[in-house]
């Protein structure tokens, strides 16, 4: 298959246009999406779109139950499905929850969100990848700037910009507490970057990501091109839709007040994945998923 969105092959990064829709619904069917046509058009511009109180106070109450029963089990157990910060044993992220885990694969099967996802994307989705993430107080590491479909596409053979990420807040989001932070409008240039992956780069990449890290100046470029960077603050409850290539980060928690979120990638069944078009191994099930893909419908 070619390779539509080169990267990690060149000595000097290049960012390159993107070659597919963001919106992969005929946008003259807006008056059948689940959301509005402002929120369409929002998502379109700027490759993201932030839902406030998308799920009820009870809802949320029993997801953030959920996320610390299931950090307390995995505490002193020793599973490659179990990230842990790079200078602690503190668990970072659990992978794969959506099919390890009956409640959250009650989440991920959500109507209202399948509803979104399946008109964003214009077709049946499969979950590509699913984890919590969890950045406690005073010491929650960052997550450097990255576009996760450069990731993907890389190392797992996603072929094209047709997935959307979907990450619920299960603690409130401020300014000053490591929140997600996106760069408006980048989901429009893909940037190919330097570094030949190393072999089982996940295990990792999965604690710092070293490779596949845009550089400084294509960082600025997008920036100033997209007018800054947006924080999505608010409260528990809301949900954050992002676009696969759409750059994004976070800083370290260095304040009392944890960041925690369920985070969920929809991708779809007419992209699924092929040969890692970095000539790799394929990375694991857990972090890919591949094979007996649940699909689901709006």
């Known amino acids: 298959m070619e390779d539509l969105y080169p990267s990690r092959k060149n000595s000097q990064p290049e960012i390159l246009e993107r070659k597919d829709p963001v919106i992969h619904t005929d946008r003259s069917k807006d008056n059948q999406a689940p959301i509005s046509t402002e ?80 008109h964003l994307l214009g ?20 997550f450097d700037w990255h576009s996760d479909f450069e990731t993907w596409h890389v190392e797992d053979g996603m072929p094209r910009m047709r997935a959307v990420s979907v990450s619920i807040a299960l603690s409130d989001n401020y300014t000053f507490n490591g929140p997600l932070m996106l760069i408006p409008g980048s989901q429009n240039y893909y940037v190919s970057c330097v570094g030949e992956t190393p072999e089982d780069n996940y295990k990792d990449s999965l604690k710092k990501q070293k490779v596949g890290v845009p550089d400084e100046e ?14 999505p603050t608010g409260k528990a409850g809301s949900i954050t839709l992002f676009e696969s290539n759409t750059m994004h980060g976070s800083t370290s928690n260095m304040t009392p007040y944890p960041r925690n979120n369920l985070f969920m990638v929809y991708n779809s069944v007419e992209n699924r994945l092929v040969e890692p078009f970095s000539g790799g191994n394929a990375r ?14 709006g």
């Open 218 to 231: 294509s960082l600025r470029w997008l920036a100033e091109k997209g007018g800054g960077i947006s924080v």
């Open 284 to 297: 694991p099930e857990y972090i890919a998923v591949r094979e007996k893909q649940a699909i689901y419908s």
């Open 123 to 142: 077709s049946d989705v499969y979950i590509h990848q699913s984890r919590i993430n969890y950045k406690p107080g005073f010491k929650g590491k960052e």
């Open 39 to 118: 929120q369409l058009d929002s998502y379109e511009k700027n490759g993201f779109l932030q839902i406030k109180n998308f799920f009820s106070e009870e809802e949320v109450s029993d997801m953030q139950k959920a996320i610390f029963e299931l950090q307390d089990s995995k505490m002193d157990v020793d599973s490659k499905k179990v990230i842990r910060e790079p200078e602690s044993d503190d668990i970072r992220s659990i992978f794969h929850v959506h099919k390890d885990d009956a409640y959250f694969k009650k989440v991920a099967n959500d109507q209202r969100i399948l509803d979104i996802v399946n």
